[in-house]
């Protein structure tokens, strides 16, 4: 599975922004699809995650209702809404992809995208 991530830039706090993930090569396997994020000198930590096979969906804590992830499955893509951006929300995002259950860990997800780098200034 190749994932293409696409979206990031920079903009002001209190503004948005639309990250996408487009998935090619999959299986006819269903997957969870995730988001990730690294700022530097910090751990990777999970954004958001949606199941393929039970449709739940969770947020990392810092999102506080800001953050909706969605998916096209017609177009093998995974959205990430992003609201109400703030200087703490900057970081190389990462789309990610595990065969079957969700996980909240980075570690268990064996597909990762280039990452694209989200810039907040404030």
């Known amino acids: 599975v190749q994932l293409q991530a696409s979206g990031g830039g920079v903009v002001q706090a209190g503004g948005s922004l639309r990250l996408s993930c487009v998935a090619s090569?999959?299986?006819?396997?269903?997957?969870?699809m995730a988001w990730f994020r690294q700022a530097p000198g910090k751990e990777r930590e999970l954004v958001a995650l949606?199941?393929?096979?039970?449709?739940?969906?969770t947020y990392g804590d810092f999102v506080e209702g800001r953050f909706t992830i969605s998916g096209d499955t017609a177009r093998s893509t995974v959205y990430l809404q992003m609201n109400s951006l703030k200087p703490a929300d900057t970081a190389v995002y990462y789309c990610?992809?595990?065969?079957?259950?969700?996980?909240?860990?980075?570690?268990?997800?064996?597909?990762w995208g280039q990452g694209t780098l989200v810039t907040v200034s404030s």
């Open positions: 090569g999959r299986t006819s396997s269903r997957y969870t």
């Open positions: 990610a992809a595990k065969q079957g259950l969700l996980a909240l860990s980075a570690g268990a997800y064996e597909y």
């Open positions: 949606i199941s393929e096979i039970t449709g739940a969906i």
